[in-house]
């Protein structure tokens, strides 16, 4: 079936400092999406990348989607302490299930 | 925010006891989805369905049954609970068209004592 590969597992910053995370799918996905999961909370929707090639911007985080649609990168750039969290993506079928990534799990010290 | 809601919030319970999560939406979403989650681990789709009358078993194999009757009601229910049940359970819905993008409830933290 379908495998979602995310890394890093972890990842400490400090403050300021640009953060990114990778996402790998071992087969072509229809769509990816990012969320973000902050300790003790559910996971809530960052984005949605469709396109081949995609990238799309909010704020100081930049999503891109790889050419094959096979792979992605979230990242975070001068990081701040409320960007604390899990960030996960989910490799998306045109029917509408995600299979999830491990997740990187993100640290920031002021 | 999204309209989906799950109840209980927490639950501590015995072995052997039979047990429903609540999951509803007012969103009249077709789609909904059950997760289990570890803490600090991934999301693992336990059941999913489209629509009324419609349920599947997801990538992670569960003891748990789901029933769809209604729209917006997407109950979980495990027959007889025992510690390696000790998770926490998150539903989450999405409309079906136009975007894939997945409202999750607060979740469910579910204890087996």
């Known amino acids: 079936g379908q495998q979602v590969m995310q890394i890093p597992q972890y990842q400490h910053v400090q403050e300021g400092e640009d953060f990114t995370t990778y996402c790998n799918s071992s087969t072509t996905l229809s769509n990816i999406q990012w969320y973000k999961q902050r300790p003790g909370g559910h996971p809530v929707f960052l984005i949605q990348?469709?396109?081949?090639?995609e990238v799309k911007k909010q704020k100081r985080l930049t999503f891109q989607f790889g050419e094959a649609k096979k792979n992605s990168s979230l990242h975070i750039t001068a990081t701040q302490t409320t960007d604390v969290g899990t960030y996960f993506c989910?490799?998306?079928?045109?029917?509408?299930?995600?299979?999830f990534g491990q997740g990187t799990i993100l640290t920031v010290h002021p | 925010e999204a309209d989906i809601y799950q109840t209980p919030r927490y639950l501590v319970i015995g072995t052997g006891k039979k047990i429903t999560l609540e999951c509803s939406q007012t969103m009249g979403h077709d789609k909904m989805y059950w997760y289990q989650q570890d803490p600090g681990m991934e999301l693992h789709l336990i059941h999913y369905s489209y629509g009324v009358n419609s349920t599947e078993k997801g990538d992670l194999s569960s003891e748990s049954t789901v029933s769809r009757i209604r729209t917006e009601h997407f109950p979980l229910t495990l027959e007889s609970a025992r510690p390696s049940h000790t998770s926490q359970y998150l539903c989450a819905s999405n409309p079906g068209y136009s975007s894939y993008e997945q409202y999750f409830g607060p979740g469910t933290r579910l204890t087996v004592t």
């Open positions: 990348l469709v396109k081949s090639g």
């Open positions: 989910g490799g998306g079928t045109s029917y509408g299930k995600l299979t």
